[in-house]
């Protein structure tokens, strides 16, 4: 592989390549397990964000992810859009530290040694890029920053996936961030939201406020758990639990206001009785999130693709004002 090339790409999440920013918006590709979906969304200050495509492609009988990236990236123009894409969570590690007292030019490198023993790879394998933790300056351990620990490996193989299919991938990203986009859009958000949202097997809560991300926590309980009646209880339990330790703990340590408020996102199951231990046992309002009374809409979507797309489109949300 020609090492040029590698070096050429970085992996931004924080400082936007998007220079020019077009006006057909943001393209958010997402390379699934079974299928690739492709969201476009334009955002403008002056209204609310506009969906103007939302596209699913099952492998099943087109061939493999890069048969249909290829013929994607031809239809759809996609070398000539601005394209983000999400690895996949197990290809990363969102981790919290303290900021080391040194230059900035100098923080990447003081950090692959505080967090070397904290991932279960070489630190050589591993690209790393921080956000700041907001309102942890005030905190007894000081300055806190997130670092993202990505496997070099997973990285290259997204980038040349989409690269050599014809899609000009400019940011690639995290879920927490997708989610943390979503939550920004919500009125809750300017005092102080959490956001769960349930995958088949597992779960990812944040909690934001005012568009900056101080909490985020997986769960290793998702959906399909809530279906099965012998694990239903427990999982309520689980998600219950963790939710309360993420809202005692952004209280405590981030000296802020409590959370009042819960939102659900959309999910492939029913979390109407989740809604309602959340709210009894928490004292915290529950709302189910549709995306649609904060989106407009120029083509009619699939009726599931809130749930089946939500991270894509939370990748999608992405803007230079607020990354």
Known sequence: MDTRRERSWRFVLFSSLLHNKPAAGLVAVGVEATGIAVLRVARDSARRPTLLA???????????????????????????AHCTTLLNDTDYKLLATEAPDVPKQELAAALRWRIK??????????????????????????????????????????????????????????????????????PQDSNGVAVLSLQSEGGLVTLTR?????????????????????????????????IQRSLDYYESHFRQAPIRHVVLAPTHGDTTTLGEQLHINLGVEVTQLDLSEFVDVDTHPPDDWQARHFFTFGAALREEATV
Request: with cysteine; hydrophobic share 45%.
């Open 54 to 80: 939302c596209d699913w492609h099952p492998y099943a009988g087109a061939g493999t992810p890069f048969d249909v990236l290829r013929l994607l990236a031809k239809r759809l123009h996609l070398q000539r």
């Open 117 to 186: 023993d904290l991932i279960d790879a070489p630190i050589d394998d591993i690209t790393l890029d921080t956000f700041e933790i907001p309102g942890s300056s005030g905190t007894r351990q000081g300055r806190q920053v997130y670092v993202v620990a990505a496997r070099n490996a997973a990285l290259r193989q997204r980038i040349e996936l989409l690269t050599h299919a014809g899609v000009n991938i400019q940011v690639v990203d995290i879920v927490e961030m997708a989610q943390r986009n979503i939550a920004a859009l919500l």
């Open 210 to 242: 005012r568009g900056e991300l101080y909490l985020s926590r997986n769960l290793s309980v998702g959906w399909e758990h809530f279906t099965d009646a012998a694990q239903r209880a427990s999982a309520m339990d689980q998600v219950v639990l963790e």
